[in-house]
């Protein structure tokens, strides 16, 4: 073997070892400083440690064959774990500033993603305040103006009136329960409220909607969370086709008075032609109200099928 092969040999199986200080001095450093489990560190450090001393004896008792017979001292023990020890504390001390550094690097980041964050939502703070403002800015002044157009219309049109006020109690149901942190309404207002949207769209398309609305059960002491089962009669209006008499908007609410459960479902005809566009945020709006009231004691599923549509609810309130 020619010197230049041997100087190749004793320069890698020496350098190795160096390697594996490093890294492994860095992944014990991570691994135990940043959760502060002292004990384990120092069993780490000493284990890489002992381990780094057995590859210096290992390597070089590989390279031993290779080099002319009576050049090489015999081992020494000690004097491996010293030399062991002195290029242990050397790059173990460039892992040591690699992994702070590391840190810092990894800590400004966190702390760049937080402020980013942090300014995320205040902006989505400040459009909810905006949106909040204009809630109660324009509904009020709606409101009113309304009232007045009732009280001009009544000499008039009786169906114009009627109309006017009907979309005015609309109003008052929606701006009552959404100002105020109503948790829960009687199911009756709010069945009421279901009630008025029907007129307000029949009376917008001369009464020739096909719509059945079934009703059975006590509602006397139920309460509900409020603009949930609107949410899906709405969803029914704006997707069904509405003037097929053989296919009707077919809407049934049940109230069980043996468990407290309220069953509601809707069931229609798909609208032909263009769809209205439909971004699913009333849907899971609701969903999420569920979860956050009812938990596991309510159940809403969906069956889109081709030419029909059915949302059905379930609720135990007691």
């Known amino acids: ?70 050049t090489v001292p015999p081992y020494v023990f000690s004097e491996l774990l010293l030399d062991t020890l002195w290029v242990y504390l050397i790059y173990g001390f460039f892992s040591f500033g690699y992994y702070f550094g590391m840190e810092s690097v990894s800590n400004e980041k966190r702390l760049r993603i937080m402020e980013q964050e942090k300014a995320r939502i205040e902006a989505d703070r400040l459009k909810s305040e905006y949106a909040f403002l204009r809630a109660q800015i324009n509904p009020h002044f709606l409101h009113n103006t309304l009232n007045l157009f009732y009280a001009k219309s009544i000499m008039v049109s009786e169906e114009l009136s009627e109309g006017i006020l009907t979309l005015c109690e609309i109003m008052r149901y929606s701006m009552a329960t959404g100002e105020a942190d109503v948790d829960t309404v009687p199911l009756s207002r ?27 059960g006590d509602m006397s002491d139920i309460r509900i969370i409020p603009l949930v089962i609107i949410t899906l009669v709405e969803n029914a209006f704006k997707h069904g086709e509405l003037n097929n008499d053989q296919h009707p908007l077919v809407m049934q609410l049940k109230v069980s008075e043996e468990d407290g459960t309220i069953y509601f479902s809707t069931h229609n005809r798909k609208k032909r032609g263009p769809k209205e566009l439909s971004n699913g945020i009333g849907m899971d709006n609701i969903k999420r109200r569920l979860d956050a009231t009812y938990k596991n004691n309510y159940s809403l599923t969906t069956t889109d099928e081709a030419d029909n549509y059915t949302a059905s609810l379930w609720i135990t309130v007691s």
């Open 190 to 216: 709010e069945i009421e409220h279901v009630q008025n949207v029907i007129k307000i769209n029949q009376l917008r398309f001369s009464n020739r909607l096909q719509v059945i609305f079934d009703i059975s």
């Open 1 to 70: 073997m020619t010197k230049y092969t041997f100087d190749l040999l004793d320069f890698v199986f020496t350098e190795l070892p160096v390697v594996y200080i490093f890294y492994g001095n860095y992944f014990i450093l991570r691994k135990f400083l940043s959760t502060k489990k002292y004990a384990l560190l120092v069993a780490g450090e000493l284990f890489v440690f002992f381990s780094a001393a057995f590859l210096y004896f290992a390597f070089g008792t590989l390279i031993r064959p290779f080099e002319p017979p009576g």
